[in-house]
């Protein structure tokens, strides 16, 4: 979207400038900022609402609690958050970018899922605001040149990768089944995933599934046509947890395995508790594990806990992670989109969720994946791949 010059926004709102200066204490925030220097502005963008909102919440609150501390220790400039609801859905992002722009904060953290993604940074890119993702891994993303944009997770080709392999080498399975929700981001994975496994020697069978639908019968008579030892899905957890349910329900019993778009409670919620019981989640993140060799995690953790009266989930140690970087880049001068992004170019820090250093791409270097296990109706981090063999 081709931005609004100031001086044009200026003369438009002349006859209301009074109102203005009355409402916000201040007039035109130009690069995220205000003239009298109290504040910047940051920006997330991604679910709030919608089938997945989970995901998309446990990063914006990741990023509140980041914000809160910082803004505690009475910083010279002051930090303020703007949520953009995408509901997780790439047709209705775009809306919500073009007034993210017009807002003109110094960064953004999101989108969240790798769909929105492609929808909306081209336009960040156009308007030169540095964006950080905490969440969204289709590989094609770091494919198309962009300067602003980055992640702090690793793609779907690790992860569709590390899958296969403990699939064929923990679990030792000989026949796979795949079911993807065609989604931008599961069908990444997905290929990825049956690239991987042919290498090792299986030819999986396959099927898609509408995230929306709620009845499954079909992929479900494929799958027991199948036999196979396990059902591995591409997508995230409101269709997962539907389609676990169904697998079990209609006699499936082979070992369930997804990824990170599922790691949530709301697949076990979905599926039921003795229907997910072993199921088996990857994810490039281990901030649930409350023993993890940094003593920021457990005090991370207990923050969270206290903040928002709820056990902190997936990708919320990430966006507070990405939230912290930018904070840092502030306190360090750069009160500006360009210098800001200039900064993260800089970035080597330990990060609650994992060591974050970006590559000239905007990716992580870092591609760690870990392992969850259901076990009694929640969520348990196990960590390598080979303690999931059970």
């Given at each position: 979207?081709?931005?609004?010059?100031?001086?044009?926004?200026?003369?438009?709102?002349?006859?209301?400038?009074?109102?203005?200066?009355?409402?916000?204490?201040?007039?035109?925030?130009?690069?995220?900022?205000?003239?009298?220097?109290?504040?910047?502005?940051?920006?997330?963008?991604?679910?709030?609402?919608?089938?997945?909102?989970?995901?998309?919440?446990?990063?914006?609150?990741?990023?509140?609690?980041?914000?809160?501390?910082?803004?505690?220790?009475?910083?010279?400039?002051?930090?303020?958050?703007?949520?953009?609801?995408?509901?997780?859905?790439?047709?209705?992002?775009?809306?919500?970018?073009?007034?993210?722009?017009?807002?003109?904060?110094?960064?953004?953290?999101?989108?969240?899922?790798?769909?929105?993604?492609?929808?909306?940074?081209?336009?960040?890119?156009?308007?030169?605001?540095?964006?950080?993702?905490?969440?969204?891994?289709?590989?094609?993303?770091?494919?198309?040149?962009?300067?602003?944009?980055?992640?702090v997770i690793t793609n779907d080709d690790s992860?569709?990768?590390?899958?296969?392999?403990?699939?064929?080498?923990?679990?030792?399975?000989?026949?796979?089944?795949?079911?993807?929700?065609?989604?931008?981001?599961?069908?990444?994975?997905?290929?990825?995933?049956?690239?991987?496994?042919?290498?090792?020697?299986?030819?999986?069978?396959?099927?898609?599934?509408?995230?929306?639908?709620?009845?499954?019968?079909?992929?479900?008579?494929?799958?027991?046509?199948?036999?196979p030892d396990v059902v591995f899905f591409a997508?995230?957890?409101?269709?997962?947890?539907?389609?676990?349910?169904?697998?079990?329900?209609?006699?499936?019993?082979?070992?369930?395995?997804?990824?990170?778009?599922?790691?949530?409670?709301?697949?076990?919620?979905?599926?039921?508790?003795?229907?997910?019981?072993?199921?088996?989640?990857?994810?490039?993140?281990?901030?649930?594990?409350?023993?993890?060799?940094?003593?920021?995690?457990?005090?991370?953790?207990?923050?969270?806990?206290?903040?928002?009266?709820?056990?902190?989930?997936?990708?919320?140690?990430?966006?507070?992670?990405?939230?912290?970087?930018?904070?840092?880049?502030?306190?360090?001068?750069?009160?500006?989109?360009?210098?800001?992004?200039?900064?993260?170019?800089?970035?080597?820090?330990?990060?609650?969720?994992?060591?974050?250093?970006?590559?000239?791409?905007?990716?992580?270097?870092?591609?760690?994946?870990?392992?969850?296990?259901?076990?009694?109706?929640?969520?348990?981090?196990?960590?390598?791949?080979?303690?999931?063999?059970?």
């Amino acid at each position: 979207m081709k931005r609004v010059p100031p001086v044009m926004r200026l003369l438009a709102v002349a006859g209301a400038a009074s109102l203005v200066l009355t409402a916000c204490g201040g007039s035109d925030d130009k690069d995220g900022g205000s003239p009298s220097g109290g504040e910047l502005k940051l920006a997330f963008i991604g679910a709030q609402t919608g089938p997945n909102a989970q995901l998309g919440i446990n990063i914006s609150n990741g990023v509140e609690l980041a914000i809160a501390q910082y803004n505690a220790t009475n910083p010279a400039k002051k930090v303020t958050l703007a949520k953009y609801d995408t509901k997780g859905d790439p047709a209705a992002a775009p809306a919500q970018a073009d007034t993210l722009i017009e807002a003109e904060p110094i960064g953004i953290i999101g989108p969240a899922f790798s769909g929105e993604s492609k929808a909306v940074v081209p336009k960040f890119e156009e308007a030169k605001i540095p964006s950080i993702s905490p969440s969204a891994t289709s590989t094609k993303l770091a494919a198309n040149g962009w300067k602003y944009w980055h992640r702090v997770i690793t793609n779907d080709d690790s992860q569709g990768a590390e899958d296969a392999k403990a699939i064929l080498t923990q679990l030792k399975a000989k026949s796979v089944f795949l079911v993807d929700d065609n989604e931008e981001y599961s069908i990444g994975l997905a290929g990825k995933f049956v690239e991987a496994i042919k290498a090792g020697g299986v030819t999986p069978g396959t099927d898609k599934i509408d995230p929306n639908a709620n009845d499954y019968s079909s992929t479900i008579n494929k799958i027991k046509a199948a036999k196979p030892d396990v059902v591995f899905f591409a997508g995230y957890y409101a269709a997962g947890g539907k389609l676990l349910k169904q697998m079990r329900d209609g006699g499936v019993t082979a070992k369930f395995f997804s990824d990170d778009g599922a790691l949530d409670q709301g697949l076990i919620d979905a599926a039921g508790a003795k229907q997910a019981e072993g199921a088996i989640i990857s994810c490039a993140c281990q901030s649930v594990n409350p023993t993890a060799d940094n003593p920021a995690v457990g005090k991370f953790i207990t923050d969270y806990k206290a903040k928002f009266n709820a056990d902190q989930g997936t990708y919320s140690a990430e966006g507070f992670d990405v939230a912290n970087i930018y904070l840092e880049g502030i306190k360090a001068g750069n009160d500006t989109p360009e210098k800001l992004n200039e900064y993260l170019k800089t970035v080597n820090v330990k990060g609650i969720s994992k060591p974050i250093k970006f590559t000239e791409t905007g990716e992580i270097e870092d591609k760690s994946i870990f392992y969850f296990l259901v076990k009694s109706g929640k969520l348990e981090f196990v960590g390598a791949a080979d303690k999931i063999a059970s």
